[in-house]
């Protein structure tokens, strides 16, 4: 049977993933290495995952609010206030989410109108173009460069701005590149923002994980921008709970009852113990100085120096990555496309990384890895990749 | 003790082999501070010696090992020292502990068969005038030990490739 005239034409337009194809090629090969992953290697500390046991074992296997356990909420408005100065009500301004996927998606469905556009940082993580797509806006790709240390400017900004541009998508610290944005970059965007009467999803969920004495600043605590701010966090970097699926987001209290209106609607609430299990997270750290992240967060950096010190001794031209667990090397000088470069390195070095294109167009000529692998693995394929850019420059 | 000497030691617990120049990247300091201050670690006997993490019971060497709980009357002047220095000598000993709680000293042994553990307990230890009592209990199985987990559960389940 055809199923074409069935399928949805605006879901059927979007590519399948560039991480997909990867996938499939990586599974075939047993022994490769892979910095390929886009989570921690860390599990989740125990006392956090023995919050689950208890909970379980104690029959809490009911619904939750829609909006999430109020005890969490609480503990994520204490959170974003004693970490980034933001103030939000725990009742009517934070949505409990399944991870912080499901809080971009409820975001853009909740505010892309057909035909709006929305300004996607590019390269960026794989599922905001889509994102937009699937809720009837067009993503623009806002291009980001390696001269700029992959930060979006004010300019590019500008440059790409309609009187049909709505949103702004800013993900900092961010996945591929590893970018961050410093207070002052994010101010230049904020005036833009505020000129062109946008407003900003930022996802900050890699916010825990920013290295050599930066700091993140969240946009909405920026001036004037808590107004036209969604801020998207979750647990999955910062406390190593990927498979948990718990996320949230804080906004305007207009803006929240609306995407908690789909949120009801299509999910009803996030699993209960994984919400037990972030309230844990988030207890445990206000209580003990945030210290399991500190611990992973030292790890990461001592294994983001060893990967970037390896890219520039095998004449990578690598930026530094201050944030996330990933480096975005420039593979350009093998003369090698991104995927080459990756399908030729798995197949001959057993190592497997993500082309940069993965992540957007703009990623041409890059490639992501992530150093949330242990030490010794890292050095092996470091070791492996030095053989082969030497090949191949 | 500095932040650089608290990396090095997380670093070398983990893995004793990484060469200075791979520490002196990872931890951002210059090579000649590393070896600086794994120098002096080692000068102040805050490293002790770089040794591995065996797992003896995947091998073919054959050894029982025991905690033997003792009791004991300390001596004038030296306390328990003198006491454990005596019991920390004989080379079946592993480690040795002062503990609370309802006796005083916590003793590891190791020996290839039962009868030589037997026969530590009962010709060596026991008869040491300091010892009132022992009591001994054999090791039956290793799960964890210095924060490794002796069952292969660390196993990578992330997913290849994942965005």
Redesign the interface.
């Known amino acids: 049977m055809n199923y074409d005239q069935y399928l949805n034409p605006r879901i059927a337009s979007v590519p399948p ?1 560039g ?1 997909r194809r ?2 499939d090629l ?2 075939t090969r047993k022994n ?1 290495i ?1 910095l ?4 921690p ?1 860390f599990k989740t500390p125990y006392m956090i995952r023995n919050a689950a046991i208890n909970s379980l074992v104690d029959g809490e296997t009911q619904y939750t609010a829609n909006r999430g356990l109020p005890e969490l909420r609480q503990e994520i408005a204490l959170y974003l206030k004693g970490r980034y100065q933001l103030s939000y009500d725990w009742n009517s301004q934070i949505l409990v989410t399944i991870g912080a996927s499901e809080a971009i998606d409820l975001a853009l469905r909740a505010l892309v109108s057909d035909g709006d556009e929305v300004l996607v940082p590019d390269p960026s ?3 905001y173009a889509p994102g937009v797509v699937f809720a009837g806006g067009t993503p623009v790709a806002v291009t980001t460069y390696q001269k700029d240390d992959f930060r979006l400017t004010a300019d590019s900004l500008e440059k790409a701005i309609t009187p049909r541009s709505k949103l702004l998508i800013l993900p900092y610290p961010n ?1 591929p590149t590893g970018a961050i944005m410093e207070k002052h970059d994010l101010e230049q965007i904020a005036r833009v923002v505020e000129r062109h009467d946008l407003l900003v999803i930022s996802d900050e969920i890699y916010s825990e994980l920013i290295y ?1 004495g930066h700091v993140h600043v969240s946009f909405a605590a920026l001036e004037g921008m808590y107004s036209r701010t969604i801020t998207i966090n979750g647990f999955s970097k910062a406390f190593a709970m990927t498979g948990w699926r718990v996320g949230y987001a804080c906004a305007a209290e207009e803006i929240i009852a609306v995407m908690n209106k789909i949120h009801q609607y299509a999910i009803m609430c996030a699993p209960r113990q994984g919400q037990v299990a972030a309230q844990a997270a988030l207890r445990q750290g206000r209580e003990n100085g945030y210290e399991a992240i500190l611990t992973m967060r ?2 990461y950096d ?2 983001r ?2 990967m970037v ?1 390896a890219f520039r001794h095998m004449g990578l031209e690598c930026f530094e990555p201050y944030g996330a667990f990933y480096v975005f090397p420039s593979i350009r000088c093998t003369g090698l496309s991104s995927e080459e470069f990756c399908s030729q390195l798995l197949q001959e070095k057993d190592v ?1 990384a ?1 082309p940069g294109t ?1 992540f957007g167009p703009s990623g041409e000529g890059n490639i992501r890895c992530c150093y949330a692998t242990a ?2 693995k890292i ?1 092996i394929a470091l070791d492996r990749m030095a053989d082969f850019v030497s090949k191949h420059t | 003790m500095t932040k650089l000497e608290m ?1 090095l030691l ?2 070398l617990q ?2 004793c082999r ?1 060469p200075l120049e ?1 520490l002196a ?4 300091a210059t090579l000649g501070d590393v070896a600086g201050a794994i120098d002096d670690m080692e000068k102040r006997h805050i490293i002790l010696r770089y040794s591995p993490m065996i797992n003896w019971d995947l091998t073919d060497r054959e050894r029982v090992e025991a905690m033997i709980e003792v009791r004991v009357t300390p001596q004038r002047d030296m306390g328990f020292d003198a006491v454990a220095r005596r019991i920390y000598r004989f080379d079946e000993v592993k480690s040795v502990y002062l503990m609370s709680g309802s006796y005083d000293l916590l003793v590891l042994v190791q020996a290839r068969t039962l009868k030589e553990l037997a026969s530590f307990v009962a010709s060596k230890l026991s008869p040491l005038e300091m010892v009132t009592g022992t009591a001994t209990s054999f090791v039956l199985k290793r799960y964890k030990e210095e924060g490794v987990v002796f069952e292969n559960e660390d196993a ?1 389940r ?6």
């Open positions: 993933s991480i990867f996938f990586a599974s490769a892979s390929g992953v886009g989570e290697d993580y794989v599922s996945n050599d030292d790890s001592r294994r120096r060893l010190n497997a993500v993965a030490i010794d050095n | 990396s997380d670093l983990e893995d990484l791979k990247v990872m931890t951002g990578d992330r997913l290849v490739i994942s965005p």
